[in-house]
């Protein structure tokens, strides 16, 4: 019988914990669902570049509705910022038309630098894709030494493959994105790509780095040393993972697995078809 008292205690406890659960639960929801109308309602606002006294008015209306903090406004503007620069970056192309319109959303949401700080990769991939779809090639370090007088564009981890020989009919290509280097079409990497590292028809055989220089680009492995001229490429193959270097006098192709094949892909287009305007005697540095 003195049991009865503790149990009826205990079950009063259990449902108070039950009651301010589901309370909480509750309102976890409704915050929820408040900062997904307020991101919602951000994003059309400034969808056109231009804030209205009006958008802003019935954004603050949403928040204190929401009673949002300014934490919470914070992420929304920032989840807004990185649709809209994955979008823009899908096809591994920034146009200026892109790169304004980023620029823009930035200054309306508000946002600086240190907010961008968890996005600070993708940021600089963008900017650096918008500086090559506006023909400005970058400047880098390499690690190997170039001749006098050429500039090194891009470096990048490589892996230098070959084609496997067959004596019956070879397997098919892995899908690629061709680029003529004496053609003049933007660079976009959008369309369907293959893995090259998985193919049957290459082998993997020596591992080092590939650099993109004004005039040629520089394979430097554990056993190989490779020089391409620019004006020996005729034709560029991207791969999910890689690229295919088709040359031309003589006619050959050479295999590179590499860690960012769309950036790598994108500079190398732009320094052969610089290359190849060039005359055959001038020295210059291509994007000095």
């Not at 039950?18 to 994003?43: D, P, T």
């Not at 031309?248 to 590179?256: E, G, H, L, M, N």
Request: proline content about 6%; glycine content about 6%; aromatic content about 4%.
């Amino acid at each position: 019988m003195r049991s009865a008292p503790l149990v009826l205690v205990f079950v009063i406890g259990i449902a108070a914990i039950a009651l301010s659960v589901g309370r909480w639960l509750a309102q976890s929801r409704r915050r929820r669902r408040q900062r997904s109308i307020y991101q919602r309602q951000l994003e059309r606002a400034v969808a056109d570049g231009v804030l209205t006294p009006e958008e802003v008015a019935q954004l603050e209306q949403l928040r204190a509705e929401g009673m949002l903090s300014d934490a919470e406004v914070r992420m929304a503007a920032l989840a807004v910022y990185r649709r809209a620069l994955a979008a823009a970056m899908a096809d591994s192309r920034v146009t200026e038309d892109e790169d304004a319109t980023l620029r823009r959303m930035r200054e309306l949401l508000g946002l600086e630098e240190e907010d961008l700080a968890g996005d600070a990769a993708h940021v600089r991939r963008m900017r650096l894709l918008a500086r090559i779809e506006r023909g400005e090639l970058p400047i880098v370090d390499t690690p190997i030494e170039l001749p006098a007088g050429e500039a090194a564009h891009w470096v990048v981890q490589a892996t230098l493959c070959e084609r496997i020989a067959y004596s019956a009919r070879p397997p098919a290509e892995p899908t690629n994105l061709l680029f003529e280097t004496h053609g003049t079409e933007p660079f976009s990497a959008a369309g369907p790509r293959s893995p090259l590292g998985s193919a049957s028809s290459v082998l993997p055989v020596d591992l080092g780095v590939l650099v993109v220089g004004a005039r040629a680009s520089r394979f430097r492995g554990a056993k190989s040393d490779l020089v391409i001229p620019h004006a020996r490429l005729r034709r560029l193959a991207l791969f999910r993972d890689g690229l295919r270097f088709d040359l031309s006098d003589p006619i050959a192709s050479r295999y590179f697995l590499l860690a960012d094949p769309e950036l790598s892909a994108a500079v190398l287009l732009l320094a052969s078809r610089r290359a190849r305007a060039q005359p055959p005697t001038s020295a210059k540095r291509a994007g000095a």
